[in-house]
């Protein structure tokens, strides 16, 4: 296959000409003719080369130029709510991500996910060819509940609705009870894609202050009051990108002012897994009465085994259940449920969980010192996960330090993308996981200096 897209990539071989003959090649490259046989076979799978029946193999008439300029990120893209998103995920392998929101892949339970996988193979052919059902896995819905059950929360399987992802879940939840114009309350900071999606809904954003103890609850009083909002987004456990824990009294301050309110709060719960103890739950203090919890898997486990849930009162999840056909035709892959449930009852997933939260501990020390050196200081010290939230010293901006940065390909995470408000422009967001490269702090020190200027 290499030879072939070889001489297409020289002009030895152009869009119509005629591929050698399997035996022919097979010579020239001391083959078998069923090396060449296969080797064909995947061209033609891919587009590269077509079969013309008892006549050979052709260059495929129309080849897409080759751009890879194209792969790059963009540096010119305006510092808004998706500019992480894009710089991090259109990166490629050589490029420091620093600001991005998950853990290097060799971090996570990848003996556990083949080991998985292996076992998949021998599924049944329904899981591996069907459609999902309407609510996803059964067995994954109860072992989520007898985990919801340990927190407090008396929720059946029929409460629990598996999705694509936890930002599906938020999407669906958005569908269900949003309509254009409505308000709805995040906090400012907040997940950037928070941002992103509403406005995707085109709803009104309302951003409430965010504190060490949770939002600011007497701000929040005074938008609900001002606002009327129809929905609240809130991380309550490790709270992205402060790294902030919900105090009791603000868990119960904010469920009070909202049941007044009739307003509905959206607790993405998907940093849990990184507190070393748990801290108060909206949804266990509420009952899932006026709280809809969401999460998924996406930063313990995979994330490229997209599965996500929420869990919620049984009219809403039947209503969800209903959307979900609409717009996915069923729920989360079967693979996917099955490759989650599998990982989740592995012996070693407990495991790696606990060794985890030890490495990030002393990731996030080792980080805060270095950090330290080059005059920025995290807002708070998280008892869990891998942000931390620091400020720039003198005044710097954020946006000019993160272009700046971008330039050397280090990718950094700007205050203002997380700020509804604009605010921020004074913080960077650090993911301690992905920090371990000496040339981070390096690139760091001198667009510093360059923000000076």
């Known amino acids: 296959m290499d030879a072939i897209r070889q001489r297409m990539a020289d002009g030895r071989l152009s869009p119509g000409d005629r591929l050698p ?10 083959v078998s003719p069923s090396t060449v046989v296969e080797s064909y076979d995947r061209l033609a799978a891919e587009g590269v080369i ?3 029946p008892g006549s050979g193999f052709y260059v495929s008439g129309s080849l897409p130029p080759l751009a890879l300029a194209e792969a790059e990120p963009r540096r010119d893209r305006a510092i808004d709510p998706f500019w992480v998103s894009r710089q991090s995920l259109d990166a490629d392998a050589e490029m420091l991500k620093p600001g991005c929101g998950w853990l290097p892949a060799d971090w996570m339970p990848n003996a556990a996910l083949r080991r998985a996988i292996r076992r998949l193979a021998h599924a049944d052919d329904a899981v591996l060819a069907d459609y999902g059902s309407t609510r996803g896995s059964l067995a994954l819905r109860r072992l989520l509940a007898r985990q919801f059950a340990e927190e407090g929360i008396a929720a059946g399987a029929d409460q629990i609705l598996l999705t694509g992802s936890g930002t599906q879940a938020i999407d669906l939840i958005c569908r269900f009870l949003l309509r254009p114009g409505d308000a709805v309350l995040i906090d400012d900071p907040c997940y950037f894609n928070f941002q992103a999606l509403l406005r995707a809904h085109q709803v009104r954003i309302v951003g409430v202050p965010y504190t060490r103890d949770g939002p600011d609850t007497a701000l929040f009083a005074e938008a609900l009051a001002e606002h009327r909002p129809r929905l609240y987004i809130t991380n309550a456990a490790l709270h992205n990108p402060t790294g902030a824990t919900m105090s009791p009294q603000t868990a119960h301050r904010l469920l009070k002012a909202a049941a007044a309110h009739d307003v509905t709060i959206v607790e993405d719960d998907i940093f849990a897994g990184f507190e070393p ?4 739950r909206l949804a266990a203090l509420d009952g899932l009465s006026q709280v809809i919890r969401i999460g998924s898997f996406s930063k313990t486990l995979s994330a490229s085994v997209r599965c996500g849930y929420l869990a919620a009162r049984p009219d809403w999840v039947e209503a969800l259940v209903d959307l979900q056909v609409a717009t996915s035709f069923g729920g989360p892959s079967p693979v996917s449920a099955e490759l989650v449930l599998a990982t989740l009852g592995d012996a070693g997933y ?10 990030l501990a002393r990731a996030r020390r080792e980080t805060a010192d270095r950090l330290a050196a080059l005059g920025l200081h995290p807002w708070l010290m998280p008892r869990g996960g891998f942000y931390l939230w620091c400020s720039l010293p003198d005044g710097r901006d954020a946006a000019n330090v993160a272009r700046t940065a971008l330039d050397e390909r280090v990718i950094l995470a700007p205050g203002n993308v997380f700020s509804v408000s604009q ?4 913080y960077l967001r650090f993911n301690v996981a992905q920090m371990s490269d000496p040339r981070v702090f390096e690139v760091l020190k001198r667009a510093i200096a360059a923000a000076e200027g």
């Not at 103890?277 to 108060?280: E, G, H, L, M, T």
């Not at 407990?350 to 490495?359: F, N, S, V």
């Open 21 to 30: 003959s399997i035996r022919r090649f097979a010579t020239a490259m001391g």
């Open 50 to 52: 077509r079969s013309r």
């Open 277 to 280: 103890d748990p801290s108060p």
């Open 350 to 359: 407990r495991k790696h969980l606990e060794g985890l939260r030890r490495r």
């Open 423 to 426: 605010s921020a422009a004074g």
